[in-house]
């Protein structure tokens, strides 16, 4: 019986073991251009912190959150983040989660998308996800291809999982499965971006986000490594 407590001791934490690796809902930025707050570049036009209230939609969480005015060509804030250029490909997945609110408009009903970057001799999307004219739209590299229904006008939570193992992402919408693509293999993790696009037309209406997180999971079997060192280290301490 207590062999039987020591191993599931040894295995038990192990289905919940992620490290976050950075998060950030803006509320703590100025409002005002998000370029040189929190360690985002961003490309013109300038994306910006607002408050909830006045019009706007309320934030995914109290508080602010970040504005992209409509663009006639892509738009996009990019996060480098610090160290993240000396993570190595193959030893975790991953998991980059967002919320998105596209705006219904008139011409266009609004783009927008969340992606992860690597970087092998030049960047290419390891996985990208989000909202183009009511369907959520995923893929990875050049690719986009259409997903289910995606409502305007309301948060949408997207959810990116990069395996650099496998060279595969997995990528949701609202908790569903859009589709699962694989990617150039060789790609180190070297930031990421919410940008809105002109892929679906001009956009012609304000796109917003928040909530926005990025964790590591260690590989099945990494776990599993993990938990076997635990079992030994609990039969020496028995010995």
Partial sequence: MKKSLIL?????????YAQVLWSDNFDSYSVGSLNGQGGW????????????????????????????????????????????NGRTAG??????????YVSSGTSNLGSAVMQVIGFNGGPSSMGHVGLINNRFVYGTGNSLFLGTAATMDQWNEVRIEVDTIT???????????????????????????????S??????????????QAEAVPEPFTLVG??????????????
């Fill in 41 to 84: 570049v961003l490309q013109n036009p300038p994306s910006n912190v607002v408050a909830e209230g006045n019009g706007r939609p309320l934030a995914h969480t109290s508080g602010q959150m970040v504005l992209q005015q409509p663009a006639t060509a892509a738009a996009f804030a990019l996060h480098v983040p610090t160290g993240w």
């Fill in 91 to 100: 030893n975790d997945t991953l998991v980059m989660t967002g919320a998105i």
């Fill in 167 to 197: 060279n595969v992402s997995k990528l949701y919408g609202n908790g569903v499965l859009q589709g699962t693509e694989s990617f150039t293999s060789g790609l180190v993790m070297n930031s990421w971006i919410f940008q809105t696009t």
């Fill in 199 to 212: 892929l679906g037309g001009a956009v012609s209406n304000p796109v917003y986000y928040d909530s926005m």
């Fill in 226 to 239: 993990l938990g076997l060192a635990g079992l030994v280290a609990a039969r020496r301490k028995r010995a």
């Fill in 8 to 16: 599931l001791g040894c295995f038990a934490p192990l289905t919940s």
